[in-house]
C-alpha cells in the first residue's frame, strides 16, 4: 500500500495551463475509475475538486478537469489565478476497501 | 448539508490512547462511510481507515491495523477514531471525512471535519 506518487511541486504563470499527475499501479488506480483530487491551502481542510476521475462537485470551476491513462491520472488546471496557489492530493481506491492518498504537489503560482 | 464536528486538541503521553470523536448533522448518517485522514506537521495527507456506520464494518490501512479501531454510534451520529500506543510521529492533525460510496466501494470525500490536533509529547 504504497502511496500514489505525484511530482512535488509545479508551478506556471497566471493565464497557463499547468497539469499534475498521479501515478499509481494497476491495483489502484489502473483497476477503478475512483480517482478524487483535493485542493488544500494552508491551515485549512481538504477540498473535494474532481471525483471519479473526471466528474466536477458543484461549485468547482470548470478551469478543473482530471483524466486518466493506464495507470496514471491527471489534473489539469486551465487559466491560472493566483487562488489556485495550494496543495493538491490525489486519491484512488485500491480494492478491499482501501484507500491511498498522493504525496501531494505544491502548486506555485508564479 | 452535512456538517462534521471534531472534538478538541488532544496532548498525550507516549505510549498512552487518544478517542477522537466527529459528530455529523445535517444528512442521513448510516448511508455514507466515514473515513480517517491524517496529515502530520508539513506531511500529505494519509487515510487511516473507516467505516460503514449501516453495516458497522471497519477497514483499516494495513500501517495502523491492530493500532486503530474505528467505531460509530448510529444513535448519536457519531463516529470515534481511537489510537492505540502513542509516538511522537503520530503527532498530526487527524480529519474525520464522510464518504460516498459507488458499489460498495469509496469514491471521494466531502465534507471533511475542522480537524483535531493531537500532540504526543513527554
Known amino acids: 500500500q504504497s502511496a500514489l506518487t505525484q511530482p512535488a511541486s509545479v508551478s506556471g504563470s497566471p493565464g497557463q495551463s499547468i497539469t499534475i499527475s498521479c501515478t499509481g499501479t494497476s491495483s489502484d488506480v489502473g483497476s477503478y475509475n475512483l480517482v478524487s483530487w483535493y485542493q488544500q491551502h494552508p491551515g485549512k481542510v481538504p477540498k473535494l475538486m474532481i471525483y471519479e476521475v473526471t466528474k466536477r462537485p458543484s461549485g468547482v470551476s470548470n478551469r478543473f478537469s482530471g483524466s486518466k491513462s493506464g495507470n496514471t491520472a491527471s489534473l489539469t488546471i486551465s487559466g491560472l489565478q493566483a487562488e489556485d496557489e495550494a496543495d493538491y492530493y490525489c486519491?484512488?481506491?485500491?480494492?478491499?476497501?482501501?484507500?491511498?492518498f498522493g504525496g501531494g504537489t505544491k502548486l506555485t503560482v508564479l | 448539508q452535512v456538517q462534521l464536528v471534531q472534538s478538541g486538541a488532544e496532548v498525550k503521553k507516549p505510549g498512552s490512547s487518544v478517542k477522537v470523536s466527529c459528530k455529523a448533522s445535517?444528512?442521513?448518517?448510516?448511508?455514507?462511510?466515514i473515513s480517517w485522514v491524517r496529515q502530520a506537521p508539513g506531511q500529505g495527507l494519509e487515510w487511516m481507515g473507516g467505516i460503514i456506520p449501516f453495516f458497522g464494518t471497519a477497514n483499516y490501512a494495513q500501517k495502523f491495523q491492530g493500532r486503530v479501531t474505528v467505531t460509530a454510534d448510529e444513535s448519536t451520529s457519531t463516529a470515534y477514531m481511537e489510537l492505540r500506543s502513542l509516538k511522537s510521529e503520530d503527532t498530526a492533525v487527524y480529519f474525520c471525512a464522510r464518504g460516498a460510496l459507488e458499489a460498495g466501494r469509496l469514491t471521494w470525500f466531502d465534507p471533511w471535519g475542522q480537524g483535531t490536533l493531537v500532540t504526543v509529547s513527554s
Open positions: 486519491c484512488s481506491y485500491a480494492a478491499s476497501s482501501i484507500v491511498i
Open positions: 445535517g444528512g442521513t448518517f448510516s448511508s455514507y462511510a
